[in-house]
T-cell receptor
Framework: DAKTTQPNSMESNEEEPVHLPCNHSTISGTDYIHWYRQLPSQGPEYVIHGLTSNVNNRMASLAIAEDRKSSTLILHRATLRDAAVYYC?????????????FGQGTTLQVKP | DTGVSQNPRHKITKRGQNVTFRCDPISEHNRLYWYRQTLGQGPEFLTY????????KSRLLSDRFSAERPKGSFSTLEIQRTEQGDSAMYLCASSLSGQEFLGGTEAFFGQGTRLTVV
């Protein structure tokens, strides 16, 4: 499974945008980039995923570099509830299991 | 549907005892996964079911661990002769197969069962 690299931790102020980076230099052509987050004492929850084009949903935006070797999860206005561990995961579209391989993720702290 | 449900939420057991956890997935989901998470680490994949068939097991799943999904609905994870190293959060997730060419469908996780082996 292709590997991702994320900073261990980041801080943000409430109501400001947050850009969470992820490097995946060994990404293959069939790998989708998925983001999940894990709030304290909860299981992970899906945030967003994409292949090549930038993606937006109600939770966040995903910006994918043209060479696909990196991506950035964007929270447009961080709230205290966004404090969580964010995981960037590569999922092979040619695979047929749907299992997720988590790294250590980025712990996001949001300051009031 | 209230999402993925796991029971119990917490379990304290003595070393050497057997424990069993239950996961009730979202009712229409045919895929079910078990993960283990220790403090400060991301979840680690343990095993995967499609309907009642166990299709993949991680090397992490020693012979003391067994998982079942007898009717393709709920699943159980049993740990025999527990060891202190088994202390962790055990997470269950479910999803629908299909749409792989669109990146697959999202996985829904339960809140987990926290196991403490003393």
């Amino acid at each position: 499974d292709a590997k991702t690299t994320q900073p261990n931790s980041m801080e943000s102020n409430e109501e400001e945008p947050v850009h969470l980076p992820c490097n995946h230099s060994t990404i293959s052509g069939t790998d989708y980039i998925h983001w999940y987050r894990q709030l304290p004492s909860q299981g992970p929850e899906y945030v967003i995923h994409g292949l090549t084009s930038n993606v937006n949903n109600r939770m966040a935006s995903l910006a994918i570099a043209e060479d696909r070797k990196s991506s950035t999860l964007i929270l447009h206005r961080a709230t205290l509830r966004d404090a969580a561990v964010y995981y960037c995961i590569l999922r092979d579209a040619s695979g047929n299991t749907g299992k997720l391989i988590f790294g250590q993720g980025t712990t996001l702290q949001v300051k009031p | 549907d209230t999402g993925v449900s796991q029971n119990p939420r917490h379990k304290i057991t003595k070393r050497g005892q057997n424990v069993t956890f239950r996961c009730d997935p979202i009712s229409e989901h045919n895929r079910l996964y078990w993960y283990r998470q220790t403090l400060g680490q991301g979840p680690e994949f343990l095993t995967y079911f499609q309907n009642e068939a166990q299709l993949e097991k991680s090397r992490l799943l020693s012979d003391r661990f067994s998982a079942e999904r007898p009717k393709g609905s709920f699943s159980t994870l049993e740990i025999q002769r527990t060891e202190q190293g088994d202390s962790a959060m055990y997470l269950c997730a479910s999803s629908l197969s299909g749409q792989e060419f669109l990146g697959g469908t999202e996985a829904f996780f339960g809140q987990g069962t926290r196991l403490t082996v003393v």
